[in-house]
């Protein structure tokens, strides 16, 4: 996908994402504290199924599961020196789930290191776009970033290396603060500026929460915004896993309300499934 192509399509309608991957992952069987994306590729069937649903439920654009698959992440599983081999892995799982009537995104994250050097991170991301690249991806995404340095070494990187849309959501509380400090209001602008071609906030909380956010950022930008916020927040059960409270079509119900206030894609992050994004594409018929 082009740039060009990118700004047609989100200027003419509504953009569907996808929803979890991880939650709904560890309802399938995926264990704790492991390296996801090497269990993923041992295990492919549960991710197959899960982004097949989310297309069947009408997600036009679905994440490859290569989230933490940079240098940086992997060394913590010893794995430093299988970032090609896993993201080329990844994304042909998800390419063989979903084929090519969905894009797929390359998905990059932050690396957690708050003191990680720019050269160290435009290293690592440098890397696994590259890989990505190669398997085949229709364009990237920098999401779950807690602060702003992050997206913005992705975007560097991928602008020496392709000509690929980058979307880049950030993670943050209800006021718009960020975890590694700043605010999503001043990031938006700067990443804008850098050349995003869509911006906004995934994970965070949930949808009730982040309207006055959302009104406050379209106010900040010109390109598309993305929210992709989480079935509202979790209680942990006595078995020690989160459980969201909020149903497909209350988060639904929130959602259109941000696209009221100026969001342009949507879709689901922690706790949701195919049938929240089931529910985003009946509210896209409304619009």
């Known amino acids: 996908m082009t740039k060009e192509e990118f700004r047609e399509l989100t200027s003419r309608e509504i953009v569907i994402l996808d929803g979890a991957t991880g939650s709904n992952l560890m309802k399938a069987g995926m264990p704790r504290g492991i390296c996801t994306e090497q269990w993923i590729c041992e295990n492919p069937e549960p991710l197959i199924k899960l982004q097949q649903a989310y297309q069947q439920a009408g ?60 050269e160290m991170l435009l290293d690592a ?17 920098a999401e779950t970033m807690l602060g702003v340095t992050e997206p913005m070494a992705v975007l560097d990187a991928a602008r020496e290396l392709c000509n690929l849309p980058v979307m880049c959501t950030l993670t943050v509380e209800s006021d718009g603060s960020l975890f590694f400090g700043g605010n999503i209001y001043d990031s938006v602008e700067l990443l804008e500026e850098m050349g995003a071609d869509a911006v906004g906030i995934n994970c965070s909380t949930g949808p009730d929460q982040l309207l006055s956010v959302v ?12 929210v992709k916020p989480n079935a509202g927040n979790p209680v942990i059960d006595h078995t020690g896993n989160p459980v969201y409270s909020m149903g497909a079509e209350e988060f639904s119900c929130h959602i259109k309300r941000l696209i009221d206030a100026g969001a342009n894609l949507v879709g689901g992050c922690c706790g949701t499934t195919p049938d929240y994004i089931e529910q985003l594409v009946r509210l896209k018929s409304s619009f």
């Open 125 to 141: 991301y440098r890397e696994q776009i590259s890989a990505q690249l190669e398997a085949g991806v229709d364009l990237l995404v």
């Open 215 to 226: 009104e406050n950022i379209r106010k900040r930008i010109e390109i598309p915004l993305i």
């Open 59 to 118: 997600s036009q654009i679905v994440y490859a599961p290569t989230f933490s698959a940079n240098k940086i992440s992997l060394a913590n599983h010893g794995l430093e020196n299988q970032v090609e081999s896993l993201n080329k892995q990844l994304v042909q799982i998800s390419r063989s789930a979903v084929g090519t009537d969905c894009m797929v995104a390359g998905d990059l994250t932050t690396t957690g290191r708050q003191d990680a050097e720019y």
